[in-house]
């Protein structure tokens, strides 16, 4: 190949015309007799919670809301992930051994190693808008300027024993503390471009999309109506805010 492939296109050609063929490879995982809390079954959890559950380890997952699957069902255009591949991805990951219970919040770290687990690992994602969740400070987590839960970056280890976190807890997020944090070591940034910097790092969308998300807030994209507003108040406050017209709608 003389050009650069698309990978995203490639793993959904994958993704898409497989066969179970690699399925009848697999060997069962041998117990470990060791238990992982996982909260959060947004795309971090749920990969963690599938490779722990093939190494042997007995994995649940507590999800605060009524389905699982985190930004993949609530953020992400049906568009780019179809419904029914992440329904197949869930399906295989509980095929797998992984234990999911829904409408079941977590805020306190210590009562579940008292109800038996090892190990945990935080998985909850990233507020955008708004304050860092109260029972991280509360639990004792050392959290980042930005507000996102601090953690080796080797090992994803945070300050309390055997809790680990990964995926937008540690990435971080738009959240308040974010935007202050942001005011303080923008570096001759403005607001604007360190936001949709943040988004597309986030979202794995390219910038463009993420102007235009943050213009329009419409609900099929990176977030509601509502947090847009909210952003838009900081971006007019702190940066510019390019206006959406025609021409620029002819870029996405």
Same mark, same amino acid.
């Given at each position: ?58 994995? +649940? ?7 699982? #699957?985190?930004? *993949?069902?609530?953020?992400? &255009?049906? /568009?780019?992930? %179809? ?47 708004? +304050? ?7 639990? #004792?987590?050392? *959290?980042?300027?930005?507000? &996102?839960? /601090?953690?080796? %970056? ?99």
């Amino acid at each position: 190949m003389k050009n650069p492939g698309g990978i995203r296109e490639l793993k959904r050609f994958v993704s898409e015309n497989h066969t179970d063929l690699w399925k009848r490879n697999l060997k069962p995982p041998v117990p470990t007799g060791k238990k992982v809390a996982i909260i959060g079954s947004g795309p971090a959890g749920l990969t963690a919670g599938y490779y722990l559950t093939r190494k042997g380890h007995e994995v +649940t997952i507590f999800e605060q809301a009524s389905f699982p #699957g985190g930004m *993949l069902r609530y953020t992400i &255009s049906r /568009k780019r992930l %179809p419904k029914n591949a992440l329904e197949e991805d869930i399906d295989e990951i509980l095929k797998a051994g992984v234990k999911i219970k829904l409408n079941s919040p977590k805020t306190e770290i210590d009562e579940l190693f008292k109800e038996g687990f090892h190990a945990v690992f935080l998985a909850t994602g990233s507020n955008f808008v708004g +304050t860092t969740p109260y029972w991280q400070k509360e639990d #004792g987590l050392e *959290l980042t300027p930005e507000g &996102s839960i /601090k953690t080796d %970056p080797v090992t994803m280890v945070t300050n309390k024993e055997d809790v680990l976190a990964g995926g937008d807890a540690i990435l971080g997020g738009i959240s308040e503390d974010f935007i202050l944090s942001a005011m303080k070591t923008t570096g001759g940034k403005d607001f604007y471009t360190l936001l949709v910097d943040q988004l597309s790092l986030h979202r794995g969308d390219s910038s463009r999309s993420a102007v235009r998300s943050i213009a329009s807030g419409r609900k099929d994209e990176m977030f509601s109506k509502l947090e847009s507003e909210l952003l838009q108040h900081y971006i007019v406050e702190h940066g510019k805010m390019p206006k959406i017209n025609q021409e620029m709608e002819g870029l996405f």
